[in-house]
């Protein structure tokens, strides 16, 4: 199984940045998706949340309003696009996939939002 995030960069304050994450090796339309981030000396953070379906989301309250997950099934990839972007976004984003037999992580691609 592969995840592999892309999308990433450095962003000002206010902008957008839109991730992907590529998923191989498993069957991505009956995975929940998820992206967590991981700032420097902080505990990996849960951010938003898609069901396998399509049809349930969650986000942390922290990016409520701004940020927005989806997928897409055919193309086995789920997104992240983030709206209104604040430095203490800055973290490294990471995919995971959860299925009936397991959990599975990508590597994580860098998101620094500065002026």
């Known amino acids: 199984v592969q995840l592999v995030e892309s999308g990433g960069g450095l962003e000002q304050p206010g902008g957008s940045l839109r991730l992907s994450c590529v998923v191989s090796?498993?069957?991505?339309?009956?995975?929940?998706m998820r992206w967590y981030r991981q700032a420097p000396g902080k505990e990996r953070e849960l951010v938003a949340v898609?069901?396998?379906?399509?049809?349930?989301?969650n986000y942390v309250d922290s990016v409520k309003g701004r940020f927005t997950i989806s997928r897409d099934d055919a193309k086995n990839t789920v997104y992240l696009q983030m709206n209104s972007l604040k430095p203490e976004d800055t973290a490294v984003y990471i995919c995971?996939?959860?299925?009936?037999?397991?959990?599975?992580w990508g590597r994580g691609t860098q998101v620094t939002v500065s002026s």
């Open positions: 995971n996939a959860l299925n009936r037999y397991a959990s599975y």
């Open positions: 090796g498993l069957t991505f339309s009956s995975a929940d």
């Open positions: 898609i069901r396998s379906g399509g049809s349930t989301t």
